[in-house]
């Protein structure tokens, strides 16, 4: 079981930066996928951002402008957000698959938080 707990949204203008954290009770790098999902209203979730000891994937409309990271010593995940459009405004989620080659598809994630709302205004 692994257990995801993200912090770090907020409501921000656009062009501004935020940094999304996700905590992980425990998991080792070299077994499973991590990812960034996001789910704005009346869409579908979304992967924003995946890696894993194998692969590093970015959407298109996010390439550039966010990171994706791990601090193995504490046992988080990370994402930069900058330059944030209008359309970013989503909910994100941390999620983790035993999948070493990160798929955008989530029905291959078994674990995953509760969320963090990112919001950004004009």
């Known amino acids: 079981q692994v257990h995801l707990v993200e912090s770090g949204g907020g409501s921000v203008q656009a062009g501004g930066s935020l940094r999304l954290s996700c905590a992980a009770s425990a998991y080792t790098y070299s077994d499973y996928c991590m990812g960034w999902f996001r789910q704005a209203p009346g869409k579908e979730r979304e992967a924003v951002a995946l890696?894993?000891?194998?692969?590093?994937y970015y959407a298109a409309s996010v390439q550039g402008r966010f990171t994706i990271s791990l601090d193995n010593a504490k046992n988080t995940l990370y994402l930069l957000v900058n330059s944030l459009k209008l359309e970013d405004t989503a909910m994100y989620y941390c999620?983790?698959?035993?999948?070493?080659?990160?798929?955008?598809?989530?029905?291959?994630?078994?674990?995953w938080g509760q969320g963090t709302q990112v919001t950004v205004s004009a």
């Open positions: 890696l894993s000891s194998t692969t590093t």
């Open positions: 999620a983790a698959s035993p999948k070493l080659v990160c798929s955008v598809s989530i029905g291959d994630y078994d674990y």
